[in-house]
Nanobody
Framework: QVQLVESGGGLVQAGGSLTLSCTAS????????VGWYRQGPGQQRDLVAG???????DYGDFVKGRFVIFRNNAKNTTFLQLNNLRPDDTAVYYC?????????WGRGTQVTVSS
């Protein structure tokens, strides 16, 4: 089993930046794909960014070059850099990881963007 803990969320003004961190209970090299999803109030959970074990990254259409996902297989943390934030980016951001055929989720970190 894998435990994931997110951190780095908070309140930021539109146009600002945040760096989210996801710390896993095992080193990244032992995980398959890892990624971030988000869920706004009354909305479905959407893919923000994902990165394969080999480093290939994928992003949600709404990202439009504003966010970057980092993965270091030598360590147990992955990061999501959020730039040029907009009020509609307000959501709970969840980390997820694939390990031995199962998907694991963290409890999320709140990001609130004020206008």
């Amino acid at each position: 089993q894998v435990q994931l803990v997110e951190s780095g969320g908070g309140l930021v003004q539109a146009g600002g930046s945040l760096t989210l961190s996801c710390t896993a209970s095992i080193v990244m090299a032992n995980l398959g794909s890892v990624g971030w999803y988000r869920q706004g109030p009354g909305q479905q959970r959407d893919l923000v960014a994902g990165v394969s074990h080999g480093g290939s990254a994928d992003y949600g259409d709404f990202v439009k070059g504003r966010f970057v996902i980092f993965r270091n297989n030598a360590k147990n943390t992955t990061f999501l850099q959020l730039n040029n934030l907009r009020p509609d980016d307000t959501a709970v951001y969840y980390c997820t990881a694939h390990y031995l055929g199962h998907d694991y989720w963290g409890r999320g970190t709140q990001v609130t963007v004020s206008s």
